[in-house]
């Protein structure tokens, strides 16, 4: 990975996006498509899209931009700062976690906090936290001066920068999807220095984590002829992992192609030959019904959609320390520029 797309992805991990909140993440993208994109725009939802003009298919390459979050829901008179969860969280990781909550006069910085391990019964101690009994302290004097600078649905994000690890492998909040976002992004820019006869959009869509709006309305108001979608998937190279229900997943070990339902038996065929002709390794991952991610909305979108899906294996997903390997990013990127380079003018996707 070249020093500015390393730059790029730092800057978009950073930026913080819950899903309905997604604007400094997005603002990131926009500007870094806007250093090679034909153009550049952003619609009404929030969505965040970049086009390689061609005369050729309509090809849609989407990551969702948004991340699993906290709103604040009541401010106590003592200026403890309840709260609710945006997407799915586990619990139980919360508990000492430092927070940024998003305030319309900038980042107010807290803790969460439970009582403490000391205090517990013993019954008590055998039970796993639960939101409802967590709160966040900001060091407030009481709930005035809490109220004062928070707002009641304020979004929140985990306060933990990205870090490198050994083996080119990265650990962050918000992973999944900003790496979705950025893959889509890259693969454009990619695909700018050798034009291919399609007409390309790079899409960073909203609100995955809670409804699919983003997945749904841009793929309604694009028309595509095919679109590949990027999210994250669960590595299965760790303790207690189940290889039997979640495949051979492992970091390092390439991106994963999903079959099933929602993806395109011709388009996963192209996808697959793209990687072979690249010798680019890949895992396969079974998707029977849904996929968990925006290929669910693409793929019934107008007439139906065919959709490839390609993920990144990642460990520790939904909490503030997610891994991944940028190896398996920049195959993907590969992979799928050349998957896109292969289509051609005029590519027959009909299943006979």
Known sequence: ???????????????????????????????????????????????????????????????????????????????????????????????????????????????????????????????????????????????????????????????????????NRLVARGIDNRI????????????????????????????????????????FALKPTVAVIFDVTHATDHPEADKRGGGDVRIGGGPVLDRGSMVHPGVFARLQAAAAALDIPVALSAAPARTGTDADAIAPARAGIPCGLVSIPNRYMHSPNELISLDDVDRAIRLVAQFVRDLGPNPDLTRR
């Not at 919360?94 to 305030?103: A, D, E, F, H, P």
């Not at 979705?180 to 034009?195: K, M, N, Q």
């Open 180 to 219: 979705g976002a950025f893959i889509a992004l890259e693969v454009l820019r990619a695909l700018s220095h050798d034009r291919p006869a399609a007409d390309i959009y790079a899409v960073a869509a909203v609100q995955e984590e809670i409804s699919f709006l983003g997945a749904r309305t841009s793929a």
């Open 1 to 167: 990975m070249e020093e500015r797309q390393r730059s790029f992805l730092l800057r978009l991990l950073e930026a913080p996006s819950p899903s309905g909140f997604e604007e400094p993440a997005a603002r990131v993208w926009r500007a870094e498509a806007e250093s090679f994109a034909d153009e550049v725009l952003v619609d009404h939802n929030g969505n965040s899209i970049a086009r390689l003009r061609g005369d050729g298919p309509v090809v849609i390459v989407e990551g969702h931009i948004d991340e699993i979050g906290l709103m604040v829901s009541y401010i106590d008179d003592q200026g403890y700062i309840w709260f609710r969860a945006i997407g799915g969280w586990d619990d139980q990781i919360l508990t000492g976690q430092r927070v940024r909550i998003l305030t319309k006069s900038g980042p107010v910085i807290g803790v969460i906090g439970r009582k403490p391990a000391h205090l517990l019964s013993e019954e008590d101690k055998g039970r796993a936290s639960r939101i409802k009994d967590l709160w966040i302290d900001i060091g407030a004097r009481d709930g005035s001066e809490a109220r004062s600078l928070v707002t009641i649905g304020d979004p929140i994000v985990i306060e933990q920068p990205p870090v490198s690890l050994l083996n």
